[in-house]
């Protein structure tokens, strides 16, 4: 059988991984270009992975009629135009999060694959880390009774590099804590209703320059009355620490773990381990299982396991937390949806 021929947009963190996932460790699909505005660093990526076309733009990658679908890794504020771009040239699209930054980005996205009849799967890959795939089985076959309460916590070891953020990603709340409002859907099975958020630029002044937070803090209630609360921080020092629990009326499920290998050191000194230091650690399966299960859905014909409108739902969380913080008020997702779409059409 023929291999899907994939493009890689953005060749950055994010993008040098998915291309290493389709290059070596997806038998269906095969790694044809990759694309960055920096073309120097395609090339090298190019290189790296023995393949012989890079190019410096997604108009580039997607006139190649080899290429049968695009992952989207650019800068979270190109992510609408590359979609449009991909979509135009009837590519299948598997986009990082977030899919657009507005509420009318994302609508604009979802229209953008079904007027041109291609798949748009989105990049919350937490949902293909087994443990988290376990944990949403177990709540779904009833095991823990009604879920009643969602904690999830993010933090990173480090601040990402600020080329990242002068690239136009970077958002607390739409870049990072959204992975958690993707979780807080998923586990609960309930849509998040209400938020009140908190944040600040408590411990990385260097982010000062981009009006960015650096830790934030959002309280969540849920359509039926199941409550929650998140936490995001970009600078923990001891590692990546991602960690959730949904207390349910039957059981409690906790996910997560510091420890990156199996090993421990029991001294005069005291006991000490390892800690899992980065995402691209922490999730590298998962980033291969959700790279898998979208190019499998291509080659079905399938409906992608995360869809548009799962991304659509996760921005609005996050832009009602980033208007509650701002505004020092609780805020309706519902609200907040409804008022992008007002805020654009005036
Ligand atoms: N799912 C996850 O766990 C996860 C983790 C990190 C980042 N991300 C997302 O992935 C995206 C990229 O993040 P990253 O950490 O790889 O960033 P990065 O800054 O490391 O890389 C971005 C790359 O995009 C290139 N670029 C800039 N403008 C471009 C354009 N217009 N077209 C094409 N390429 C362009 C840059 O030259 C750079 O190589 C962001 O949207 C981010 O939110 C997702």
Known sequence: MAKLGVGVLGVGRMGRCHAENVRSRVPEAKLVAVADVDVEAARRLAADLEIEHSYASIEELVERKDVDAVVIASPSRFHLANVQAAAAAGKHIFCEKPLALTIDGIDEAIEAARRAKVLLQVGFMRRYDPAYAEACKRIEAGEIGTP??????????QPPPLSFYQSGSGALFLDSTIHEFDLARWLMHDEVAEVHAFGGTLACPELVQFGELDAGMVNLRFSHGAIGNVESFRQSRYGYDIYTEVVGSKATLRVGYLRQTALTVLSGEGVSHDVVDHFLMR????????????LRSVL?????????????????????AARSQRDSRTVLVAEEARADTVHSAS
Do not use: H, K, M
């Open 148 to 157: 009643i309460i969602f904690r999830s916590i993010g933090r990173d070891r």
């Open 283 to 294: 999730f590298a399966e998962a980033y291969l299982n959700q790279l898998r299960d979208f």
């Open 300 to 320: 079905r014909g399938s409906e992608p396991s995360v869809t548009g409108e799962d991304a659509r739902q996760a921005l609005a969380i996050a832009l009602a």
